[in-house]
């Protein structure tokens, strides 16, 4: 079996899926503006909702720091840009596929 954890790199824009150690799948995200960053630090997911409407696209993951996630957009242009209020935009089908694969509770690490 698996065993997932999520590294966000914020400064090449990109979510790296790891089994264990090694790099699975990676994928391009938005990020946070200047004036609303996206959170630095050790994070998990904390519940998982599909479908949560309006820009957050087709699937909502919680991260343990509130009001912060890992979401699908309305908005595919954004995708590779300075942009959400501080979230981890992703396109639709990268996060129903992220989301298949990770359970609540995985470990989300962001890095500078």
């Known amino acids: 079996m698996a065993n997932y954890r999520i590294i966000v790199d914020l400064s090449d824009r990109r979510l790296y899926l790891l089994d264990e150690n090694t790099v699975v799948r990676a ?12 959170p630095v630090g050790e994070f998990t997911i904390i519940n998982k909702q599909p479908h949560p409407g309006g820009p957050f696209g087709a699937f909502w993951m919680g991260l343990s720091k509130p009001h912060y996630g890992i979401h699908g957009t309305n ?3 954004s995708i590779g840009h300075l942009v959400s209020h501080g979230c981890i935009r992703m396109y639709n ?10 359970p609540v509770g995985t ?3 962001i890095r500078p």
């Open 27 to 38: 994928f391009p995200v938005g990020i946070g503006r200047m004036v609303t960053q996206t």
């Open 75 to 77: 908005n595919p242009a």
């Open 93 to 102: 089908e990268d996060v129903l596929t992220l989301a298949s694969l990770v």
């Open 107 to 109: 470990r989300v690490t």
